[in-house]
């Protein structure tokens, strides 16, 4: 194989170092050493990162859709420090501490309706696996033991262990199967390609009927739960209307099955309201959270449950069968009440719709480019969906196959040469800070505007 390295890379210890020893998740190792492309980020104030060559990158995906309160929040930092030196670790199971009992407190005040019950974890994929098992046990203990399955929707990423891998729609049957049974998925709102053909509402409204359809394909009696994201960044950012989630609470009420929000993506002031679910005007049974919990100061993920769910744990003397030994961590927790009052101060759990305000402006001219087929988005989550041709709407591949397309490479280069950092496979992703000022959003579109005409031009596309 060749592995010649880049000489700007062999020239930089750090980037070389980083090549030999550390193990970039999800990266092609060639991409990463012949392209000179592994950087090595050394700070980051604001919206802003700087690798250890001292250059500054809009960090426009807030690292992985984490950062919402910003870098640099030496509050959070003073929060940690003070309560690693207080008290940083007791025992997950039969005791909790001080700052997860407030935490607790303070996420059942945010999360809608009655989810005041708060289990805690270390990330994403943690609070996924988490919500699947406590909604199997769940149904179990009410006596429902053939409710094992599970309805998740095409499109959908909802971690990489093995259950939350298992009902997510993009999971690597070669490498990873058999994974857990009982998985089938259902189409996902899409207003740009809809699975159905049909357009606005009612397209998400077919999409929310499909749930119905498969819950009497698999019995009701067999289903455990449906889990979905309010708004799927990996499924294309595609806003379904408020009513699509209402239809799918009031079907998963109908049938017994337990309604699972995986909010770690939408989750804190990431789509103009604390939670994706309280735009929507939907109480799932359970919710899932991390990503923006702590804005990624430290590592934490959560599942709030509704009380109502949670009620078969005091009627009968079961245990919940899960334990994690960094549930409810104390400096974790101390971090993410940091975090969350701040962004209370701030006001970032609505800055979203500010930033939603903007952006929609600014995308506006960006419609006219021959590779923008669409622009959607919420809050701070928004994409800009890339095809070869407007009228077919052909995209330029899917996951690896688009990142490595040479359009979308060139643009990723046009766009990191003007200094922004974002992810591109098929879209364009914008997922700004929500600290993010007006200004700044208005110089990232530039840099996207002109990356785009010139890739274009190069490319032909007009
Ligand atoms: C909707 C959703 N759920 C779960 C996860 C898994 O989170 P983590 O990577 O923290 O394990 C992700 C990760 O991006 C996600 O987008």
Same mark, same amino acid.
């Given at each position: 194989m060749d592995?010649?390295?880049?000489?700007?890379?062999?020239?930089?210890?750090?980037?070389?170092?980083?090549?030999?020893?550390?193990?970039?998740?999800?990266?092609?190792?060639?991409?990463?050493?012949?392209?000179?492309?592994?950087?090595?980020?050394?700070?980051?104030?604001?919206?802003?990162?700087?690798?250890?060559?001292?250059?500054?990158?809009?960090?426009?995906?807030?690292?992985?859709?984490?950062?919402?309160?910003?870098?640099g929040?030496?509050?959070?930092a003073?929060?940690?420090?003070?309560?690693?030196?207080?008290?940083?670790?007791?025992?997950?199971?039969?005791?909790?501490?001080?700052?997860?009992?407030?935490?607790?407190?303070?996420?059942?005040?945010?999360?809608?309706?009655?989810?005041?019950?708060?289990f805690?974890?270390?990330?994403?994929?943690?609070?996924?696996?988490?919500?699947?098992?406590?909604?199997?046990?769940?149904?179990?203990?009410?006596?429902?033991?053939?409710?094992?399955?599970?309805?998740a929707?095409?499109?959908?990423?909802?971690?990489?262990?093995?259950?939350?891998?298992?009902?997510?729609?993009?999971?690597?049957?070669?490498?990873?199967?058999?994974f857990?049974?009982?998985?089938?998925?259902?189409?996902?709102?899409n207003?740009?390609?809809?699975?159905?053909?049909?357009e606005g509402? $009612?397209?998400? %409204?077919?999409?929310? &009927?499909?749930? /119905?359809? #498969?819950? !009497?394909?698999?019995?009701?009696?067999?289903?455990? +739960?449906?889990?979905?994201?309010?708004?799927?960044?990996?499924?294309?950012?595609?806003?379904?209307?408020?009513?699509?989630?209402?239809?799918?609470?009031?079907?998963?009420?109908?049938?017994?099955?337990?309604?699972?929000?995986?909010?770690?993506?939408?989750?804190?002031?990431?789509?103009?309201?604390?939670?994706?679910?309280?735009?929507?005007?939907?109480?799932?049974?359970?919710?899932?959270?991390?990503?923006?919990?702590?804005?990624?100061?430290?590592?934490m993920?959560?599942?709030?449950?509704?009380?109502?769910?949670?009620?078969?744990?005091?009627?009968?003397?079961?245990?919940?069968a899960?334990?994690?030994?960094?549930?409810?961590?104390?400096?974790?927790? $101390?971090?993410? %009440?940091?975090?969350? &009052?701040?962004? /209370?101060? #701030?006001g !970032?759990?609505t800055?979203?719709?500010?930033?939603? +305000?903007?952006?929609?402006?600014?995308?506006?001219?960006?419609?006219?480019?021959?590779?923008?087929?669409?622009?959607?988005?919420?809050?701070?989550?928004?994409v800009?969906?890339?095809?070869?041709?407007?009228?077919?709407?052909?995209?330029f591949?899917?996951?690896?196959?688009?990142?490595?397309?040479?359009?979308?490479?060139?643009?990723?280069?046009?766009?990191e040469?003007?200094?922004?950092?974002?992810?591109?496979?098929?879209?364009?992703?914008?997922?700004?800070?929500?600290?993010?000022?007006?200004?700044?959003?208005?110089?990232?579109?530039?840099?996207?505007?002109?990356?785009?005409s010139?890739a274009?031009q190069?490319?032909?596309f007009?």
């Amino acid at each position: 194989m060749d592995t010649t390295l880049d000489d700007k890379v062999l020239s930089q210890p750090l980037e070389q170092q980083a090549l030999d020893h550390v193990w970039i998740h999800s990266a092609q190792w060639n991409d990463l050493a012949k392209g000179g492309k592994l950087k090595v980020i050394e700070r980051a104030e604001g919206s802003y990162i700087y690798d250890n060559h001292g250059r500054r990158y809009f960090d426009a995906l807030s690292g992985l859709y984490v950062v919402n309160a910003g870098h640099g929040r030496k509050e959070i930092a003073e929060a940690i420090g003070a309560q690693a030196a207080k008290l940083a670790y007791v025992s997950s199971a039969n005791m909790t501490n001080t700052p997860a009992v407030q935490l607790a407190d303070k996420l059942a005040s945010l999360t809608p309706g009655d989810l005041n019950r708060i289990f805690y974890c270390s990330g994403g994929s943690e609070a996924v696996e988490s919500a699947l098992k406590i909604a199997k046990q769940i149904q179990s203990l009410r006596g429902f033991k053939n409710r094992k399955k599970i309805i998740a929707r095409k499109g959908g990423y909802h971690g990489a262990t093995f259950g939350a891998m298992s009902v997510s729609h993009g999971r690597n049957e070669e490498y990873f199967a058999p994974f857990m049974e009982g998985v089938s998925f259902i189409a996902s709102p899409n207003r740009y390609r809809n699975e159905f053909g049909l357009e606005g509402e $009612a397209g998400d %409204l077919r999409c929310a &009927e499909a749930l /119905e359809e #498969e819950i !009497l394909a698999q019995g009701p009696e067999t289903v455990c +739960a449906f889990i979905g994201a309010p708004i799927s960044a990996a499924n294309g950012t595609h806003v379904p209307s408020a009513a699509y989630w209402q239809k799918i609470r009031e079907i998963c009420t109908r049938y017994g099955v337990l309604m699972i929000c995986d909010e770690v993506i939408c989750g804190f002031g990431r789509t103009g309201a604390m939670f994706a679910c309280n735009r929507f005007g939907v109480t799932p049974d359970l919710m899932t959270m991390a990503k923006g919990l702590t804005s990624g100061y430290v590592p934490m993920g959560a599942v709030a449950v509704s009380d109502k769910a949670y009620e078969v744990f005091k009627d009968t003397d079961a245990q919940l069968a899960h334990l994690l030994t960094f549930g409810g961590q104390a400096v974790a927790a $101390a971090a993410a %009440l940091k975090n969350i &009052e701040i962004m /209370e101060r #701030e006001g !970032l759990d609505t800055a979203g719709l500010r930033i939603e +305000a903007a952006l929609g402006k600014l995308f506006e001219p960006l419609k006219a480019h021959p590779t923008v087929g669409d622009i959607r988005g919420a809050g701070a989550l928004w994409v800009l969906d890339l095809v070869q041709d407007k009228k077919t709407k052909e995209n330029f591949g899917k996951g690896l196959a688009a990142q490595r397309h040479p359009y979308i490479q060139r643009l990723s280069a046009l766009l990191e040469e003007r200094g922004v950092l974002t992810r591109l496979m098929g879209t364009i992703q914008l997922v700004p800070p929500l600290i993010a000022t007006d200004a700044e959003l208005a110089e990232v579109v530039k840099a996207i505007d002109e990356s785009l005409s010139i890739a274009e031009q190069e490319f032909q596309f007009r």
